[in-house]
């Protein structure tokens, strides 16, 4: 609506403004793609020089740590005391070479286990304490079954994360089988601080994460040391995470896929969902370590490209569009504006009447061809008023015509409706159940409109009588019309069949239905189903039998309202039912009720919701304040006051009350 009291100016404005929208937001479109494919590439190559930068970092002192133990392993010296444990001068030379190798170690600790001993060497000082060991490893602990897995292994070496209990640290161990004459006497090596490494090799930038993994997946080093698997590099069981932990499902198979590789000339890409956020994994291989160094990047956290370049483009793209702007905005000012203002004001005073205007000076474009066509429609609008005038009053007095007839034909289809009620008023059973139930009924029946599709029936055979609701769908006429023929068919279930079951009478009407809808060309889509509910009571038994399609029977017995719920389905619906009857015995002193479901659904009460059970129960508890032949009365007024005057009638509406006398 504000677009519409816009002037002109505004307007063209307005529209120069969409146009420029709509053909940025398709190039505005294709840039960023442009950008995010670009951006894409920047980190695909910032990940694969991260990759070979981790690699170098990881590799080279690593490797030199690898190198020094081997070397340590294969010393003359240490093969001769491995081979004599006890010998002073061997233990003697040995562990004054394990001292220089100390000084080499980046850690300057070393560590020598005795196969056959047990006995675990371990300095970190270069003291002489040194040659005491520290403690002796049992295969009966745990804690030590990392190296009987290595001993027994056929592996050169072996490089594991682990945390000796014993010695109080946690370091990237490098363990050295000592062979002499080919057996395994023991393990030498060294240890890198787990912290120190991780701090220096595995430093973690924004949005980028890096780790080290075996070629099982399991995390070797972790900025989250809670991550890391320890044990796993010498087969033990741990409790440590894999790399594929930290992957959602979906991408579980292709990260396992990369680690059977191996593939130590490429690095590896591929993109991973890691909590609900897109990252690129990159990982290459040390084959030297058996290692994956693995990188995980949020390319929407690391710092792959810097924005201000971009935010650059914006501005000037920004200022180019403005200056767009205000040059299409002083052109459509001067050539089109202007021209037309002087235009508004001649149609003005023509507005007014005043057939004499000065009109803009004609030009060879559009607006002087709107000049010349604004003064030919002032010619043809004084040319065609007195004609106007005349067919005002023929059309006129045309409409008066119209109107009576239409007054005529209300009246006739109203008169019809109202004989219509006469007649559905005629099928109902008042005076047969003011005399044979006096006292013991009450009725609501109040439709929609002036006719419906509610209607109760009264039976009476022996000592047995019948009473009965059907809610035919639709209302008004043809609610009314179904009302025939569910009357029709109940009579004639009556006639067959007798008041000795309701479920029978149900059954049968159902049948009869179907056989007449089914010879009749109905509409497709007009609604055929009709809600029923049956009771045969029996006075000198004092028993009630029921049957309901998608209607309800209630009970009252002075305290509490119970439900006997009918069958779901309804009489002509889409599949046909079987019918069951349900009997009720000792009902001396009962009140019962059948509602046909616009009583249940009319919409009220603060929220607008239809009747829930325990409002229906309070409308019964307060009826039952007076003699059942009053009740439809204040069944009536509670209905008023919960839909008060905020809520129309939605529904035909049709209650029976009774009991056995």
């Known amino acids: 609506m504000a677009l519409l009291k816009m002037g002109l100016r505004n307007k063209a404005l307005t529209a120069l403004i969409l146009v420029l929208l709509i053909i940025l937001l398709p190039a505005s479109l294709i840039t960023w793609q442009v950008f995010q494919q670009v951006h894409k590439d920047l980190a695909i190559n910032y990940a694969e020089n ?4 981790n690699r170098y970092k990881i590799r080279a002192p690593v490797s030199r740590e690898l190198l020094l133990s081997q070397q340590f392993a294969r010393a003359s010296v240490t093969r001769d005391w491995f081979a004599e444990e006890t010998n002073q001068n061997k233990a003697a030379a040995f562990f004054m070479e394990a001292n220089s190798y100390r000084q080499s170690f980046d850690e300057q600790a070393y560590f020598a286990i ?18 005491t060991p520290s403690y002796q490893l049992s295969s009966d602990k745990l804690d030590d079954g990392w190296f009987f897995n290595i001993m027994a292994s056929d592996e050169k070496y072996s490089i594991n994360v682990n945390p000796d209990q014993q010695l109080g640290t946690t370091r990237v161990w490098f363990n050295v089988p000592v062979f002499a004459e080919g057996q395994k006497l023991g393990l030498v090596g060294t240890g890198l601080d787990l912290t120190r490494f991780i701090s220096q090799l595995l430093q973690s930038e924004a949005g980028v994460t890096t780790m080290a993994v075996d070629t099982e997946g399991f995390i070797q080093a972790h900025p989250d040391a809670s991550l890391i698997a320890y044990g796993s590099g010498a087969g033990l069981d741990n409790q440590g995470k894999q790399l594929s932990d930290l992957v959602s499902l979906a991408d579980q198979a292709t990260v396992s896929e990369l680690l059977n590789q191996r593939n130590t000339e490429t690095v590896q890409l591929v993109d991973v969902d890691v909590d609900g956020t897109p990252h690129l994994l990159v990982m290459t291989f040390i084959a030297e370590l058996d290692w994956y160094v693995a990188s995980l990047i949020n390319l929407d956290v690391a710092e792959v490209v810097s924005g201000k370049w971009w935010y650059t483009i914006l501005l000037g793209v920004g200022a180019v569009i403005l200056l767009i702007i205000l040059a299409l905005a002083v052109s459509v000012q001067r050539i089109l504006i202007q021209p037309l203002s002087k235009l508004q004001s001649s149609a003005n005073a023509l507005a007014q009447g005043q057939y004499d205007v000065n009109l803009p000076a004609q030009t060879s474009d559009e607006i002087g061809d709107l000049s010349r066509a604004f003064s030919q429609m002032i010619q043809t609008i004084q040319s065609h008023t007195h004609e106007l005038e005349s ?3 023929e059309r006129t ?24 009620r006469l007649i559905q008023q005629a099928i109902l059973p008042d005076m047969t159940m003011q005399r044979n139930l006096s006292g013991q009924c009450c009725i609501v029946w109040l439709p929609r409109d002036t006719v419906g599709g509610d209607f109760y029936v009264y039976h009476q055979a022996g000592k047995q009588q019948l009473l009965g609701l059907v809610d035919c769908a639709g209302h008004g006429v043809p609610g009314a019309l179904m009302t025939m023929l569910a009357r029709a068919a109940l009579d004639h279930a009556i006639r067959e069949h007798g008041l000795q079951s309701p479920a029978a009478l149900l059954q049968k009407m159902d049948e009869v239905l179907r056989g007449m809808l089914l010879d009749l060309e109905l509409p497709r889509g007009l609604a055929t189903n009709m809600d029923a509910g049956l009771v045969v009571m029996d006075s000198q038994d004092q028993k009630v039998t029921f049957s309901g399609a998608k209607l309800s029977l209630y009970a009252w017995n002075g305290q509490a309202l119970t439900e006997y719920k009918g069958a779901r389905r309804q009489l002509v619906g889409r599949k046909p039912h079987i019918f069951t009857d349900t009997v009720l015995t000792d009902c001396q002193g009962l009140n019962f009720y059948l509602t046909t479901d616009g009583y249940l659904d009319q919409p009220g009460g603060d929220n607008g919701y239809g009747l829930r059970f325990k409002d229906f129960e309070a409308a019964i508890r307060s009826a039952n304040s007076y003699p059942l032949a009053e009740q439809g009365e204040a069944i009536r ?5 919960w839909k008060a005057d905020a809520y129309a009638q939605r529904d035909d509406i049709c209650v029976i009350g009774f009991c056995l006398s």
């Open 50 to 53: 991260l990759a070979e930068l």
């Open 114 to 131: 005795h196969a056959q001993s047990k006995n675990y060497y371990f300095d970190d000082s270069g003291e002489m304490t040194a040659q």
């Open 391 to 393: 067919k005002v009053q």
């Open 397 to 420: 007095r045309d409409l008066q015509e119209s109107s009576r007839e239409i007054a005529l034909i209300n009246k006739m289809v109203n008169d019809s409706i109202d004989y219509a």
């Open 637 to 641: 007024h509670f209905l008023d006051s």
